[in-house]
């Protein structure tokens, strides 16, 4: 009596699963299947690269234009009407 009726040529059901899995995937992959995921996540890179320069940017603006409007206040708080900024 063979105990192991159930095991396929590689010997075990998990590997043979695993086996056929892996050669689907390499067939998705040769047919050019899984291309759409892969543009998709390169849309997604550059998206997130984009927002980060937009961020940067806008926190440099931020900066300038606080630093820019701290001198006006303390140019108005110290003018009078002989002394000009």
Same mark, same amino acid.
């Given at each position: 009596?063979?105990?192991?009726?159930? =095991?396929?040529?590689? %010997?075990?059901?998990? @590997?043979?699963? $695993?086996?056929?899995? $892996?050669? *689907? =995937? /390499?067939?998705?992959?040769?047919? %050019?299947? $899984?291309? =759409? %995921?892969?543009?998709? @996540?390169?849309?997604?890179?550059?998206?997130?690269?984009?927002?980060?320069?937009? *961020?940067?940017?806008?926190?440099?603006?931020?900066?300038? /234009?606080?630093?820019?409007?701290?001198?006006? %206040?303390?140019?108005?708080? *110290?003018?009078?009407?002989?002394?000009?900024?």
């Amino acid at each position: 009596m063979n105990r192991f009726k159930d =095991r396929t040529e590689y %010997g075990h059901p998990a @590997v043979t699963f $695993l086996v056929t899995f $892996l050669q *689907g =995937r /390499l067939q998705r992959v040769r047919n %050019g299947e $899984l291309d =759409r %995921g892969a543009s998709a @996540v390169e849309w997604v890179i550059i998206s997130a690269v984009v927002v980060a320069i937009v *961020g940067v940017v806008a926190a440099i603006i931020n900066s300038a /234009l606080s630093d820019g409007a701290k001198k006006v %206040g303390n140019c108005i708080q *110290g003018a009078t009407a002989s002394k000009t900024c």
